[in-house]
């Protein structure tokens, strides 16, 4: 007898200070993200199996800190003074938050995973060890580094691998080289062919490469992406551009009926509206649906994808920010006509389009 499962996967939580300023308790040095993602929830605590990219970090605001140390770690934005990038860090509410969502696993292996430092890097597994998510791309020690991450939902054996391009010139520490997966095409595809070495059934690599803001995946992703498909891997998830990116759905040439998943970004799950550009506040809860026949064989049988909004307003002096369903809040608030609504409107309506620009495989579904 067959045995199926759902796996969904989200792209960027990139937590800006805006955001976890909104998620401040009133009259408390304690955090609450719940409330922004309650209208997405369902869709992912309803699948099997759910993953997404942690970009920021649980770093801390020192021992036994006051509200003026809270303060200034959380409600202040940080900069590299060398490149003047942004530096993340965010409350450890937040790693409560992705549990209470259902979250299963999250790549850590990303462009801000050393904003805090090689000691930020490690305290974030700590917290997300302490909630009970697994997480891989980053690691405490070269041990950590050389076991990979392996989990079993109804009898089906998931591996995870990640990996990214940069650090955002921040140095890892030479004799720690091992803590972050930089982007190496000969490792990617050797660490591929190892995991399903240990019998696993399905192979996740989750990417986090590209341009920020490009609507398309440049010439590298797409040599990325074709080159680990062919070392083995069965469901390829980008992230880094934070707008969406098209998908593509394989049929191998070795079997009728075992096919192959990519999707070049993800776009962010929630964000900030960053450079004015509408395309930042979408992302995608992407609905994998994964059936092991008898004989072993595992087929990825539909891409259910579904646009998310982050809604941004206010009461009184503070921003509120709630990730909506596109597609189901559009229909829903259609009567409205306001100015977001037609911004919404026509995000929507982009994404079904370009999501599919590089491939109509019907099984691919934008809802």
């Known amino acids: 007898m067959s045995t199926d499962i759902t796996i969904s996967a989200v792209?960027?939580?990139?937590?800006?200070?805006?955001?976890?300023?909104s998620a401040r308790l009133a009259g408390d040095n304690n955090y609450?993200?719940?409330?922004?993602?309650?209208?997405?929830?369902?869709?992912?605590?309803?699948?099997?199996?759910?993953?997404g990219n942690l970009e920021t970090t649980f770093s801390g605001a020192g021992r036994n800190p006051t509200k003026a140390t809270i303060d200034k770690t959380y409600s202040v934005v940080r900069r590299n003074p060398r490149t003047g990038w942004p530096m993340f860090n965010c409350p450890d509410q937040f790693a409560d938050t992705?549990?209470?969502?259902?979250?299963?696993?999250?790549?850590?292996?990303?462009?801000h995973c050393m904003d805090c430092g090689i000691n930020g890097l490690k305290r974030t597994l700590d917290v997300l060890d302490r909630v009970g998510i697994a997480h891989t791309g980053t690691y405490r020690t070269e041990a950590e580094s050389q076991r990979y991450l392996i989990q079993e939902v109804k009898g089906i054996r998931i591996g995870v691998l990640a990996y990214t391009k940069t650090t955002n010139k921040i140095p890892v520490p030479a004799r720690q080289a091992w803590a972050v997966n930089l982007i190496q095409p000969g490792k990617i595809a050797s660490d591929?062919?190892?995991?399903?070495?240990q019998k696993v059934d399905l192979v996740i690599v989750c990417i986090h490469v590209g341009r920020e803001y490009s609507m398309w995946p440049v010439e590298r992703q797409k040599q990325l992406t074709q080159m680990m498909l062919r070392s083995g891997a069965d469901i390829i998830l980008g992230a880094h551009?934070?707008?969406?990116?098209?998908a593509l759905f394989y049929q191998t040439k070795d079997s009728a009926t075992k096919q192959k998943f990519a999707i070049y970004s993800l776009g962010n799950f929630v964000s900030t509206?960053?450079?004015r550009n509408d395309h930042t506040l979408t992302g995608l809860i992407t609905r994998l649906s994964i059936r092991k026949e008898d004989d072993g064989t595992i087929r990825i049988m539909k891409a259910e994808c579904i646009p998310t909004w982050t809604r941004i307003s206010r009461i009184g002096p503070r921003s509120v920010f709630r990730v909506l369903p596109l597609g189901e809040t559009v229909r829903s608030e259609a009567g409205r006509r306001s100015g977001e609504w037609a911004r919404m409107k026509a995000s929507y309506e982009h994404v079904k389009k370009h999501l599919k620009y590089h491939c109509d495989a019907p099984e691919i579904v934008v809802l």
């Not at 997405?40 to 993953?51: G, Q, W």
């Not at 591929?192 to 070495?197: R, T």
């Not at 551009?241 to 098209?246: A, E, K």
């Open 11 to 21: 792209g960027d939580f990139l937590m800006k200070t805006r955001i976890i300023n």
């Open 32 to 51: 609450s993200f719940d409330k922004i993602f309650e209208q997405v929830a369902p869709y992912l605590r309803d699948a099997d199996y759910t993953i």
């Open 98 to 111: 992705l549990k209470n969502l259902g979250f299963d696993a999250v790549s850590t292996a990303n462009n």
């Open 192 to 197: 591929i062919k190892k995991l399903k070495a």
């Open 241 to 246: 551009s934070h707008v969406i990116q098209p």
């Open 273 to 275: 509206r960053l450079y």
